[in-house]
């Protein structure tokens, strides 16, 4: 017996891909086929953005011009220091160590110096 292949679709990419053998469609889904018990598509790309679109009655390949919009909404990745980059900061950080405790000393002496003990 064959099962029926559905895609279901966010207005425009393919989000999803099914069998009736394992789901049943909702009134949206959209039938393409019969087949087979398992109907798996691949919807997306490595970058986990979407491969097929639904246009028309048509399944295209989506266009870079189609994920635009979704790739510019994407945050921007943050970028960890590298090991040379937190050695230069550890650096600068001893030398502004170094020079604190020297100025904190000096004034600590000349703070002691003015003291004056009464008697």
Do not use: C, W
């Amino acid at each position: 017996m064959d099962n029926r292949h559905y895609v279901r679709t966010d207005g425009i990419f393919i989000t999803k891909s099914f069998s009736d053998a394992f789901e049943q469609p909702l009134e949206t889904d959209t039938f393409i086929e019969e087949g087979g018990r398992h109907y798996n598509l691949a919807i997306n790309d490595d970058r986990g953005l979407p491969k097929l679109k639904y246009v028309d009655g048509e399944m295209l390949d989506t266009t870079e011009e189609d994920l635009k919009p979704l790739i510019d909404a994407l945050p921007v990745p943050e970028v960890e220091p590298t090991v040379k980059e937190l050695k230069a900061e550890i650096d600068v950080m001893k030398i502004k160590q170094v020079e604190y405790e020297k100025r904190y000393s000096r004034t600590k002496r000349s703070s002691d110096s003015k003291r004056i003990v009464k008697g």
